[in-house]
């Protein structure tokens, strides 16, 4: 069975996968384009091709794998018609995140910043500013793989945690969970809202002026989901007149993130460039999730991660 992998794994990887029974043909992911060498591939695991490749020339494919958790890349449509399996790495970049958001709450509660430009210019400077995040209220939008990582270590620190998904049910590490339609309700509570839902056309500009009005004043946001859940011009609003005390971005509605964006000059958002999921592990649950798949895919067993198409994305 021929299998189109766009990550170059090591030979050891490689040769545990061919010892499912699969042919591995290994592209780089920028330069996959349709040829003879891949036209009758029955298997397909990549970040986003789609746009190089045209999956529909691909008469045989039946499984796609993605390396993302995100799914808004690939051509849904086509593989509803056509009934291909899609799995993702739901849960493969969890850990990392999650660090990266708890590392983001403490950096604008404690004025990290400040003190980096102060050390920069050998300035000894107190700040008496400071706040602490115990027994703050801290707001996931979204309660998945990521958010529950995230909850589970944030909450350690004395918080109480709040979650939002659809239908307001129950979440480990979360203290309370409401539903979408409550979103306003959820988020006046919250001293820091992090946006951890996935992006889906019910989601585009979730967090608008409208839901931004009934935060706190000074509030926190979080987002690493992904840029267009937040409508950013009313972002920008906020964070110039103060409702919002603070921003760390690591997605934005357009990447990168063009030069003359008003975020980059503001003292109260930080950014990185959708780095949040990078970690020295991250390879290894991405290969685990494919060997993983692929076995089970070979033998006829259920898919782990598989997407629902029928949700509507």
Same mark, same amino acid.
């Given at each position: 069975?021929?299998?189109?992998?766009?990550?170059?794994?090591?030979?050891?990887?490689?040769?545990?996968?061919?010892?499912?029974?699969?042919?591995?043909?290994?592209?780089?992911?920028?330069?996959?384009?349709?040829?003879?060498?891949?036209?009758?591939?029955?298997?397909?695991?990549?970040?986003?091709?789609?746009?190089?490749?045209? +999956?529909?020339?691909?008469?045989?494919?039946?499984?796609?794998?993605?390396?993302?958790?995100?799914?808004?890349?690939?051509?849904?449509?086509?593989?509803?018609?056509? /009934?291909?399996?899609?799995?993702?790495?739901?849960?493969?970049?969890?850990?990392?995140?999650?660090?990266?958001?708890?590392?983001?709450?403490?950096?604008?509660?404690?004025?990290?910043?400040?003190?980096?430009?102060?050390?920069?210019?050998?300035?000894?400077?107190?700040?008496?500013?400071?706040?602490?995040?115990? /027994?703050? @209220?801290? /707001?996931?939008?979204?309660?998945?793989?990521?958010?529950?990582?995230?909850?589970?270590?944030?909450?350690?620190?004395?918080?109480?945690?709040?979650?939002?998904?659809?239908?307001?049910?129950?979440?480990?590490?979360?203290?309370?969970?409401?539903? @979408? !339609?409550?979103?306003?309700?959820?988020?006046?509570?919250?001293?820091?809202?992090?946006?951890?839902?996935?992006?889906?056309?019910?989601?585009?500009?979730?967090?608008?002026?409208?839901?931004?009005?009934?935060?706190?004043?000074?509030?926190?946001?979080?987002?690493?989901?992904?840029?267009?859940?937040?409508?950013?011009?009313?972002?920008?609003?906020?964070?110039? !007149?103060?409702?919002? /005390?603070?921003?760390?971005?690591?997605?934005?509605?357009?990447?990168?993130?063009?030069?003359?964006?008003?975020?980059?000059?503001?003292?109260?958002?930080?950014?990185?460039?959708?780095?949040?999921?990078?970690?020295?592990?991250?390879?290894?649950?991405?290969?685990?999730?494919?060997?993983?798949?692929?076995?089970?895919? +070979?033998?006829? !067993?259920?898919?782990?991660?598989?997407?629902?198409?029928?949700?509507?994305?």
């Amino acid at each position: 069975m021929k299998a189109l992998i766009t990550e170059k794994f090591d030979e050891e990887k490689l040769n545990k996968l061919r010892s499912l029974g699969y042919d591995i043909i290994v592209e780089k992911e920028d330069d996959v384009k349709f040829s003879e060498n891949i036209k009758d591939i029955e298997v397909l695991s990549c970040f986003a091709v789609f746009q190089s490749l045209d +999956i529909s020339l691909l008469k045989n494919l039946k499984f796609i794998q993605l390396f993302s958790a995100g799914i808004n890349q690939v051509p849904l449509d086509l593989i509803r018609d056509r /009934g291909i399996l899609l799995a993702n790495n739901r849960g493969g970049y969890s850990i990392p995140i999650s660090e990266w958001i708890v590392l983001k709450i403490l950096e604008m509660v404690k004025k990290s910043r400040e003190f980096y430009e102060n050390q920069h210019t050998k300035e000894w400077k107190v700040n008496t500013r400071l706040s602490e995040i115990y /027994g703050k @209220t801290i /707001g996931f939008i979204g309660t998945g793989d990521i958010a529950k990582e995230g909850a589970k270590r944030i909450k350690s620190f004395g918080t109480t945690v709040l979650g939002l998904n659809t239908t307001g049910r129950d979440v480990e590490h979360f203290d309370k969970c409401y539903k @979408t !339609e409550n979103i306003k309700e959820m988020v006046s509570m919250c001293d820091v809202v992090v946006v951890s839902m996935p992006y889906t056309v019910k989601t585009y500009h979730l967090i608008n002026k409208d839901v931004i009005g009934s935060m706190k004043d000074g509030v926190y946001i979080v987002n690493i989901s992904r840029g267009n859940i937040i409508n950013e011009q009313d972002l920008i609003l906020g964070l110039k !007149e103060g409702k919002i /005390g603070g921003a760390a971005l690591d997605v934005f509605e357009e990447e990168p993130l063009k030069k003359e964006s008003p975020l980059w000059d503001m003292k109260n958002v930080i950014i990185t460039p959708h780095n949040s999921w990078v970690s020295e592990m991250v390879k290894e649950r991405r290969f685990y999730i494919v060997y993983e798949n692929f076995k089970r895919y +070979i033998s006829g !067993e259920k898919i782990i991660n598989l997407v629902d198409l029928n949700k509507g994305y």
